[in-house]
């Protein structure tokens, strides 16, 4: 089970922090992965990690991954925020068996329901 929130609307330049709450398995032990859908548009990889992380091109050096292993939890820093990053984010633990920072959603399983960012310019 996994709890997406801290989405919002933010000005263009802003920041904002996604939480990705986990229940019912250990998180450290699964790559996650967050990804993102905006309307009319396929959904997308964020930033996944294993061991190493991906990042989008979109949003190198303005997003980091993270994980609270203590807590459960992972999240996703986002900064320099653009209009063109508003969408409903997503966070994904990777199946069984694998072990990737690949972004290729055919290899999560668990999925939030999302959480909508909206980037105002």
């Known amino acids: 089970h996994l709890v997406e929130s801290g989405g919002g609307t933010v000005q263009a330049g802003g920041s904002l922090r996604l939480s990705c709450a986990a229940s019912?398995?250990?998180?450290?032990?699964?790559?996650i992965g967050w990804f993102r859908q905006a309307p009319g548009k396929e959904r997308e990889g964020v930033s996944c990690?294993?061991?190493?992380?991906y990042y989008a091109e979109a949003v190198k050096d303005r997003f980091a991954i993270s994980r609270d292993n203590r807590g459960n939890t992972a999240y996703l820093h986002m900064g320099s925020l653009k209009p063109e990053d508003t969408a409903t984010y997503y966070c994904a633990r990777q199946k069984v068996g694998t072990w990737s920072a690949d972004c290729s959603p055919s290899l999560y399983e668990y999925w939030g329901q999302g959480t909508q960012v909206t980037v105002s310019s």
């Open positions: 019912g398995f250990t998180l450290e032990n699964y790559a």
């Open positions: 990690a294993s061991s190493e992380i």
